[in-house]
């Protein structure tokens, strides 16, 4: 399967222009891909006013992805501030080629910028199955968490990460998703923002894909870019048939 991530910059809290940048970008691909990944809050930058931004599930900007979906023949995911009965949430979107969709609503609310004064938490994991791959989307500050990530039977295949993470903590970043790839024998695509946004934040990137094995298949550094790679679900089996460390895994209940 092709993974392409785009790591950009995103204007603050401008669903419209955001559209528009990411729409040039994505139709300028020069290859088919699979699975094309935006940036967590990819319309709008990581902003603590959800009202000023906020759509719905019939909104401009989902209809823009199934649009976009359809019109490339791959599915498209990120996330975007979505309100329903009077709540906010940070939810990922997985639009499917026909325009189906799944979504997963951010689980672990970044309190150290009051995201969880403004936004409500999601409960639920998700496990998408597409092309035959199982794919756990999660977002941002959920890579912190190892337990609720964690690879448990029937296992996924794909950790993808989408997230707005700021230069002072990118060592942590880095880090966190080597270890989600060796620790759950699994692919994980990491895709991060550039530049500043409203609250001088500098993000720098690093959006990587990461094999199983801890091997970093691609890295963007700190510039904007469209990168693409390719995942082998028979690779994975043959190394978790050789290496068998799932199936030595320690058994607990996660609790709310």
């Not at 975007?80 to 990922?92: A, T």
């Not at 946004?197 to 993000?203: C, F, I, Q, R, W």
Request: charged fraction near 25%.
């Amino acid at each position: 399967m092709k993974v392409a991530f785009i790591q950009t910059t995103v204007a603050w809290e401008n669903p419209t222009e955001n559209r528009n940048h990411f729409a040039k970008k994505i139709m300028n691909f020069k290859e088919d891909v699979d699975l094309i990944v935006l940036p967590e809050l990819f319309s709008s930058g990581f902003t603590m006013h959800p009202k000023a931004v906020a759509e719905t599930m019939q909104g401009d900007t989902i209809t823009w992805l199934q649009d976009l979906a359809k019109a490339k023949n791959c599915a498209i995911t990120g996330s975007l501030v979505i309100e329903e009965k009077g709540n906010f949430y940070n939810r990922l979107v997985f639009v499917f080629p026909n325009g189906d969709m799944k979504t997963y609503d951010k689980r672990h609310l970044f309190t150290l910028a009051g995201e969880d004064k403004v936004y409500t938490a999601g409960r639920d994991k998700l496990i998408i199955e597409y092309k035959g791959f199982k794919i756990c989307p999660l977002i941002c500050y959920d890579l912190r968490f190892p337990v609720f990530s964690r690879n448990t039977a029937p296992y996924y295949d794909v950790l993808l990460y989408v997230a707005n993470w700021p230069s002072p903590r990118i060592n942590a970043w880095d880090a966190l998703l080597k270890a989600r790839a060796i620790e759950n024998c699994c692919y994980v695509v990491g895709v991060n923002r550039i530049g500043l946004d409203a609250n001088t934040l500098d993000y720098p990137g690093h959006s990587q894909a990461i094999d199983f094995a801890g091997n970093t298949l691609h890295n963007s550094a700190s510039k904007g870019e469209v990168a693409v790679v390719e995942i082998n679900k028979k690779e994975l089996l043959e190394f978790r048939t050789h290496f068998a460390f799932l199936d030595d895994q320690d058994r607990f209940m996660v609790e709310d």
